[in-house]
């Protein structure tokens, strides 16, 4: 038996047992949850089954609630005070440009998954997106890990894997397709079969569907249903499966379908025009097309500093506002690094999405009402671990999608 391993201040044990932590995204739980419903309805069996025997709570994720922010927050155990990547998207004051932060040098933290690697355990990560394995994937150089949108070009140098379509025999899954995230599935289920002797798995779907779909919708309960699917064959392999998700999903459209946005960058032109307000929405990335980079979180960078609680003041009166913190605030109550946001920090209420211009969205490729994620009624997340813990977990003041580690691995009765 290996010693623990101590990481970011946390401390986690060996698995016992080839433990499976999976990141279902957007996986909005509760009582109208996907989960819930998809259980409810029928299309999750060996959930129905299995919840009562394992651990199943609803916890609350890191802000802002957005993917790469809490993949990161999992995988270190941390909040982005810590890790540092509080967006997809950050302005950067040095070079007066928004700059992607998908590079893993903006990573601050060590992943627990470089911990135990360093320790001589097996691990494999696998992500739906390309832009999340670099920063899951930093300092590892013995474990697998790659993606599913680049699975064809998956070599021994840089994933210790190859020849993964071949593995699984599937091709190249679509960037936007439920596919994209089966194949993850697929991918680890043959890993197993083949005897690899992994100790640590982790595997990080994409949210298209939620995007897309309502909690007990037929597209919806379809890809639950196949995830129950590949759940019972991983249980069959004799592992401990965990999962959590990266944020929750909220319906974000008016009556007619139309997004109920909130431009904020016209609003503050119009209001403050002398006071150079420049809003980044940080949900922005390559990869727009299923929300539009409409969110529920902005930061807000003001020239005229001397105006920053007056601006705030404003906004916070707009209606559909959750809260605005300053650049302060929003450290301490937020967890954010402060330099890496702006002046202020704003978030809108579950059925309000945030925008900059109207001009600076394309909501042309927006087929589907509006659903998206970022704020604060965006943060309740599902915790699920296969086996009974010990219960003292339960004197932990609130559970997070990023204690997920350590009930998995610290808990065992
Ligand atoms: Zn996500
Ligand atoms: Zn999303």
Redesign the pocket.
Known sequence: MNNPISVNNRTYSWPKKTTIVICL??SEPGKDGYIEKAIEMGFMPCMKSIIGKGTYEIGKCAMPSF?NVNNLSIVTGTTPDVHGICANFFYNQDEKKETLMNDDSFLRAPTIFEAFEKSGANLAVITAKDKLKKLLGKNLKKSICFSAEKADLANLKDCRIENVLKLVGKPVPEVYSADLSEFIFAAAVKILERGDKIDLMYLSTT?YIQ?KCAPGSDIANAFYKMIDGYIEKLLSFGCKVAFTADHGMKAKSNADGTPNVIYLQDLLNKNFPKESCNVICTITDPYVI??GALGSFVTIYIENKEKINEIKEYIQKIEGIDVALTKEEAVKKLNQPEDRIGDLVVTCKASFALGKGEKDHDLSQLKEPLR??GGLDETSIPIFISDKLDESYKKKNKLHNYDIFDLALNYDR
Do not use: E, K, L, V
Request: aromatic share 0%.
């Open positions: 995204d957007g993917t949210d995007h299923h929300h998206s994620h």
